[in-house]
């Protein structure tokens, strides 16, 4: 991406300012449009309620599928709380969006030369939007628990997921090498997208026996394809020096030990890197057996061998993301919490889903409205207009101006 510099310390200040500001603005606006919509919505549901009109009540959510939905949900709150922070309006663009993709195919850089260069020349209003819309998310799939809305809240979160995959990370930073699971390839929002997907799965699908197998196998193929990518010598996993340089994982190590952040975590990273440096091997033989065996585990598919496989993967995914990532938010520009939670969300709810899985249950029962199916759908129309209005003004922002 040419010809975009980075921000001189005054023009930052100033860019921080006025998106303190304009989100106090925003948050008027964001007030307003979920009262109108929630007003509309109790009305109709009233006068539904009055006129006895029926409507089928959805099935009763499964655990697995509610761990998923309320997980996926509280992942993407966070984010958008990250998306507060003062370095966001510019850094996102120069920071995130342009290294990401220096090193992709011609198309995405073009792609997010585009979609960088329209935040860009509206820093605060672009940042403002992707906070609400993150956080209107959020509140969607926790408003959400069953039926249609639910069901279109998973599908708009995966687009979403898919949108900042694509450019915003650049397909999760594949074409950086070194490429491995370690370092969160393919990505935090690539495990999002995945988590919407399910969630807009119909609930039938969703607990099916046949589905909770395939996907229990999917995710045993996915572990095993990382545990190549680790083992794989042109990665350089094995090495805790090449040359007078360090090894990538003791370099990530030494990377995340810089960043901004309480002194009890650089203390942990440096450390991390001094041991790296000389038993890169011990860490990257770890990790090669973890993903080995949970993987393995995943596709016997079994519910005791794909319970111990979760456990497994678990455990060696927040070791790495304590140890290796660094949390993953340090820095002023973490936009999320990396991809260690979120794919340890997806295997555990493969391993609950399987585990109570069973044949599409009887059809639902057909009463009329409640007082709590009237104020959940309230809520639901409410996150989700500030979403589509979220969504409606970025595209405005990156492509009109």
């Known amino acids: 991406m040419t010809g975009m510099g980075g921000p001189s310390s005054r023009q930052s200040q100033q860019v921080a300012a006025a998106f303190n500001h304009s989100l106090w603005e925003q948050l008027f606006l964001v007030l307003l449009i979920s009262s109108v919509a929630t007003a509309i919505t109790i009305a109709y549901r009233r006068q539904s309620r009055q006129r006895g009109w029926i409507v089928p009540e959805p099935s009763a959510e499964s655990s697995a599928r509610s761990l998923l939905r309320i997980g996926t949900a509280s992942l993407w709150v966070i984010a958008g709380l990250l998306q507060l922070q003062p370095e966001m309006p510019l850094g996102v663009p120069m920071q995130i969006i342009a290294p990401s993709a220096a090193h992709g195919p011609g198309w995405l850089r073009h792609l997010a030369d585009f979609i960088a260069s329209g935040w860009i020349r509206e820093p605060t209003t672009a940042a403002g939007i992707v906070v609400w819309l993150q956080l209107g998310l959020g509140v969607w799939l926790i408003a959400a628990d069953r039926g249609w809305s639910s069901r279109v809240a998973g599908l708009v979160s995966a687009i979403w997921a898919s949108a900042i995959?694509?450019?915003?990370?650049?397909?999760?930073?594949?074409?950086?090498?070194?490429?491995?699971?370690?370092?969160?390839?393919?990505?935090?929002?690539?495990?999002?997208?995945?988590?919407?997907?399910?969630?807009?799965?119909?609930?039938?699908?969703?607990?099916?026996?046949?589905?909770?197998?395939?996907?229990?196998?999917?995710?045993?193929?996915?572990?095993?394809?990382?545990?190549?990518?680790?083992?794989?010598?042109?990665?350089?996993?094995?090495?805790?020096?090449?040359?007078?340089?360090?090894?990538?994982?003791?370099?990530?190590?030494?990377?995340?030990?810089?960043?901004?952040?309480?002194?009890?975590?650089?203390?942990?990273?440096?450390?991390?890197?001094?041991?790296?440096?000389?038993?890169?091997?011990?860490?990257?033989?770890?990790?090669?057996?973890?993903?080995?065996?949970?993987?393995?585990?995943?596709?016997?598919?079994?519910?005791?061998?794909?319970?111990?496989?979760?456990?497994?993967?678990?455990?060696?995914?927040?070791?790495?993301?304590?140890?290796?990532?660094?949390?993953?938010?340090?820095?002023?520009?973490?936009?999320?919490?990396?991809?260690?939670?979120?794919s340890a969300l997806l295997v555990v709810t493969g391993a609950m889903a399987l585990r109570s899985s069973a044949p599409a249950g009887p059809t639902p029962i057909r009463r009329k409205v409640s007082p709590q199916s009237e104020a959940r759908l309230a809520m639901t129309v409410s996150s989700a207009s500030v979403v589509v209005t979220a969504a409606v003004s970025l595209l405005l922002v990156v492509s009109l101006r």
């Open 165 to 342: 995959w694509l450019v915003g990370t650049s397909m999760g930073g594949i074409f950086v090498p070194p490429v491995g699971w370690m370092f969160g390839a393919p990505g935090a929002t690539a495990f999002y997208a995945v988590a919407g997907v399910a969630l807009a799965l119909p609930l039938e699908r969703f607990e099916s026996r046949e589905a909770t197998v395939r996907s229990s196998r999917g995710i045993g193929f996915v572990l095993l394809g990382f545990a190549i990518l680790q083992a794989w010598p042109d990665q350089g996993y094995w090495s805790g020096r090449v040359g007078r340089s360090l090894g990538p994982i003791a370099e990530m190590a030494r990377q995340m030990s810089t960043l901004t952040q309480p002194s009890a975590f650089s203390s942990v990273q440096r450390h991390v890197a001094s041991v790296a440096a000389s038993w890169s091997w011990t860490f990257d033989l770890a990790v090669l057996v973890g993903l080995v065996v949970s993987g393995i585990l995943m596709l016997v598919a079994t519910s005791r061998s794909v319970r111990i496989g979760a456990w497994i993967y678990t455990v060696l995914a927040v070791l790495d993301w304590l140890v290796i990532q660094d949390l993953g938010f340090f820095g002023g520009l973490g936009t999320d919490l990396n991809s260690m939670l979120p």
